[in-house]
């Protein structure tokens, strides 16, 4: 099985820096994945890691640990549209293909003047 | 279509009555999933198709709950005897096939509000 945790809420200032961590405990690792859900909508892709290191796509990075179980996710430069969930999740290795993906239960960020 | 297409986007009904939720996923996408998603908490994995055939249904939380996929493209959730506990958003995502290599990115639907009273 899968255990994810993440912190329930976060609020930052806009033009800062924010991380948001998540630790895990699987039973099988092939990737991790970082979405962000506004209020009402489907959550969207961010970035993924699956090797040790830093990913970096623009203003939002993603860093994996695999020996610590332990990801998160950089947001640089913030704007008030950043104002969301982010979820953390992890992919299983699913016998016959699949990308079958175990969630925690996001991450509320609110972005402040 | 150009992205996933869930129906309807909300549907309320009472207790014991049974729902149907529709997902149109992306055109050419061979694997389908299905998730459920209550108020304050990550999606929770219900079912996975590839093709028309469930490849793993390990979430369905019980014989209530079923999936079809028969032509391998449009998807329904069927639930029975719907109880207060099933309400939730319940989302569809698609993905291009079952390659575990490379990001295989899942893209979702908006979700199919369920309320059940």
């Known amino acids: 099985g899968q255990n994810i945790d993440q912190p329930t809420e976060m609020t930052a200032t806009e033009g800062a820096i924010v991380q948001i961590n998540c630790t895990y405990q699987t039973s099988g690792f092939n990737g991790l994945f970082w979405y962000q859900q506004h209020a009402g909508e489907a959550p969207t892709f961010l970035s993924y890691?699956?090797?040790?290191g830093l990913e970096e796509k623009g203003r939002f990075s993603s860093f994996l640990s695999r020996s610590k179980g332990y990801s998160y996710l950089l947001l640089k430069e913030l704007q008030m549209k950043d104002s969301a969930s982010y979820l953390c999740?992890?992919?299983?290795?699913?016998?016959?293909?699949?990308?079958?993906?175990?969630f925690g239960t996001g991450t509320q960020l609110k972005v402040e003047l | 279509g150009a992205g996933v297409s869930q129906t309807p986007s909300n549907k309320v009904t009472e207790k014991g009555k049974y729902v149907e939720l529709r997902c149109d996923p992306i055109?050419?996408?061979?694997?389908l999933y299905w998730y459920r998603q209550s108020l304050g908490q990550g999606p929770e994995f219900l079912i996975y198709f590839q093709g028309t055939g469930a490849a793993d249904d390990s979430g369905l939380p019980n014989d209530r709950f079923f999936a079809v996929r028969p032509e391998g493209s449009v998807s329904t959730l069927k639930i029975q005897r719907t109880e207060r506990g099933d309400s939730a958003v319940y989302l569809c995502a698609s993905s291009s096939g079952r390659a575990l290599t490379g990001a295989n990115v899942l893209t979702f639907g908006a979700g199919s509000r369920l309320t059940v009273l």
């Open positions: 999740a992890v992919r299983d290795r699913l016998t016959g293909g699949g990308n079958k993906l175990t």
């Open positions: 055109s050419g996408h061979t694997a």
């Open positions: 890691n699956v090797l040790d």
